[in-house]
Nanobody
């Protein structure tokens, strides 16, 4: 059973930066899609960014606006979300999710992901 653990959440001022990490317990394949989702209080969960570990294809939600960068380490067990120019509306619990995937692309549809982390709080406030 693949387990995902998020880390790096914190309280940060508007305009600041954070890097979230998602570490997998084990990968039985080179082909996964890994994504970040978030959920703010009283709002629906939304996709933030995703990456296909084998092909390296990435995708971002429109609201990211070039502020975030998703990447993976060379052994593909950890995926990072570098978040810059943070805004108060980025405040949410951020979740890492993964699924086996042979697709060249990745998708920001929570319904296709089989494994989820427990989430980590990101608060952007002065």
């Amino acid at each position: 059973q693949l387990q995902l653990v998020e880390s790096g959440g914190d309280l940060v001022q508007p305009g600041g930066s954070l890097t979230l990490s998602c570490t997998a317990s084990e990968f039985t394949s080179d082909s996964y899609a890994i994504a970040w989702f978030r959920q703010a209080p009283g709002k629906a969960r939304e996709g933030v960014s995703c990456i296909s570990t084998y092909h390296g294809h990435t995708d971002y939600a429109h609201f990211v606006g070039g502020r975030f960068t998703i990447s993976r380490d060379n052994d593909k067990t950890t995926v990072y979300l570098q978040m810059d120019s943070l805004k108060p509306e980025d405040t949410a619990v951020y979740y890492c999710a993964a699924t086996l995937s042979l697709s060249r692309s990745c998708y920001l549809d929570g319904g296709i992901y089989s494994y989820w982390g427990q989430g980590i709080q990101v608060t952007v406030s002065s």
